[in-house]
């Protein structure tokens, strides 16, 4: 009576809270415990739902983290999907698929917790990665042939509080595939897709392998420029008055006896500013090289700064992310480095793994900026350009039954192992005999589509499993060895002694494991029984002075 007052007390007392001061509350709460009060009452749904609190949310805890895609590819002879991996604040590789990345998405671009995604065979797709929610689009060229992720992007105008998806067309006819002169712009709620003319030919190559940014409202890449010493310029697309501008970088000298001329450059986001990046080699050897970083301090004026100048080791960047960042060796593993100083070079003694990503190969790995956000779809489906596919695709195709019957395979694996080890720690206590088996209990079984494993984490289980095995064996062994000590005993006992000090006694009952006898006294029986329970011997005496052994 008195908890169920105390539980109406509470309910009143939320209740009666000022709407604003709820808010307030909530918008310190991350994405996933929001997700969770959506079914606390009306009002906090409605409140949670609401695109202001989603924004307020946004701006307060949008905290950039590392996501990186493995698009589809056969490795060692076996096709793998497109999967994707999320790393937490604590820099922890996620363990669980992205539900909305099905196998045959490639990953075109990451906006306020939305991502953009491209099927070659079907829809550009829209969706949110905390949410799940999302939406295709049908796209802008009726004939795929030719048509890349890459020539895909994606980005959001906070001046007109509008997201905007980017298709880079390439012109074959006039300057050949490396070139493109239109952008086709689809703001989402529209109808159609508008084509944006551009001042002059661009370069596609520097789209597809320097990448494209969206900065306070613009999108940001490169394109070749002979004049400048980077042989490279930065256009602007304001996603406003979707303007086209030509930004001049820095006048930087290149030429350096140690290192030869830049082969790769980078456009990224660094503290809300574009910068650009460029790496280069060292003339005697190709597995070390350097970094330069730029940063664009002023549009208006067009002024650059150096922001970082890095000696890389023979490590390749996948990009900054706060105070680190995070590179890829040839070995197939990712670290992170601090970004120690404006000027240093990468100590092997200070990187930090965060993940093997064996048997995947970097050159079909991509790294992108994600946040989590409660941004929301359904205002813009209701436009005639969003379909569904056409085709049976994703996880149903024929072609990804192999895949799922070993992810199959490999789960109850993990549940009949577990299992056996918990029936062996049970008889292992009643025994006596310590053992450490520690194999961690399988998830909780659920929608495949919910729960999938990566495959990052199914190497990880894989692995554990292995281990497992072995001390399984070992603790096998083990109580194997104390059962014969106990036969051995019981064998080699003197049934009159042992009578003799149990009628002292007739109510002590007495449990021997492993190494002693388990016995148990009845205060009017003196025969011995042998009894098993599970793999424990318990010896009950019922007659004076005989002795006899069964075994059950």
């Known amino acids: 009576m008195e908890s169920t007052t105390m539980h109406l007390a509470n309910k009143r007392c939320l209740t009666c809270l000022p709407q604003d001061m709820i808010e307030l509350i909530l918008v310190r709460l991350s994405v996933s415990n929001l997700l969770r009060c959506r079914g606390v009452c009306k009002l906090w749904d409605g409140i949670i739902r609401d695109p202001r609190f989603t924004m307020a949310h946004l701006r307060r805890n949008a905290k950039p983290r590392p996501l990186l895609i493995f698009h589809r590819a056969v490795n060692l002879g076996k096709l793998c999907p497109s999967e994707a991996v999320l790393f937490d604040e604590a820099w922890s590789p996620s363990t669980w698929d992205v539900p909305v990345i099905e196998p045959d998405d490639f990953l075109c671009a990451s906006c306020n917790g939305l991502i953009c995604l491209y099927s070659s065979k079907s829809t550009i797709k829209i969706a949110n990665v905390a949410t799940g929610e999302c939406m295709h689009l049908a796209k802008p060229v009726k004939n795929s042939k030719g048509d890349r992720f890459s020539y895909y992007n994606f980005g959001f105008s906070p001046a007109t509080n509008e997201y905007k998806v980017m298709h880079f067309s390439p012109d074959k006819q006039l300057h050949g595939s490396g070139f493109f002169s239109e952008i086709q712009v689809y703001t989402l709620g529209n109808e159609r897709w508008r084509i944006v003319r551009t001042p002059q030919a661009l370069s596609l190559n520097c789209v597809e392998h320097s990448g494209v940014v969206n900065v306070n409202g613009a999108m940001y890449w490169l394109t070749e420029d002979t004049e400048s010493s980077w042989r ?87 990009g900054l992310y706060g105070d680190k960042i995070v590179m890829h060796s040839l070995s197939q593993h990712i670290y992170c480095h601090e970004l120690a100083s404006q000027s240093f070079t990468v100590e092997i003694a200070k990187l930090v793994k965060l993940l093997d990503f064996s048997p995947r190969r970097d050159d079909n790995m991509q790294s992108y900026v994600h946040v989590k956000s409660l941004v929301r779809l ?12 056409k085709r049976k695709e994703g996880w149903k195709l024929k072609k990804w039954e192999v895949w799922e019957h070993k992810l199959s395979r490999l789960e109850k694996q993990w549940r009949r192992t577990y299992e056996m080890q918990r029936r062996i720690n049970v008889n292992a206590q009643v025994m006596g005999v310590a053992l450490s088996l520690n194999l961690p209990a399988p998830p909780d079984q659920q929608d495949t589509f919910l729960q999938r494993l990566n495959w990052v984490e199914q190497k990880r289980v894989e692995e554990m499993l292995s281990s497992c095995l072995t001390s399984l064996e070992g603790a096998l062994k083990v109580i194997d060895k104390a059962l014969t000590a106990s036969k051995k005993m019981i064998m080699e006992a003197d049934p009159v002694k042992v009578l003799q000090e149990i009628a002292d006694d007739s109510a002590t009952q007495m449990i021997v494991a492993a190494d002693q006898v388990k016995v148990c006294v009845a205060s009017n029986n003196h025969r011995l029984h042998k009894q098993r329970a599970g793999s424990c011997y318990f010896y009950h005496f019922t007659a004076p002075l005989s002795l006899s052994k069964e075994v059950i």
């Open 232 to 318: 490279r310029a930065v256009v602007s697309f304001d996603l406003k008055d979707e303007h086209i501008e030509l930004i001049r970088l820095p006048v930087v000298d290149f030429e350096n006896p140690a290192f030869g001329y830049p082969f790769r450059y980078r456009i990224m986001e660094i503290d809300e500013k574009v910068s650009v990046a460029a790496v280069q080699t060292r003339r005697d050897s190709y597995l070390t090289g350097k970094m330069q970083i730029w940063t664009l301090d002023n549009l208006v004026e067009q002024s650059w700064s150096q922001k970082y100048n890095i000696e890389l080791l023979s490590l390749q960047v996948l």
């Open 378 to 389: 359904d205002a813009y489906k209701k436009a005639g350009i969003v379909c569904m596919p």
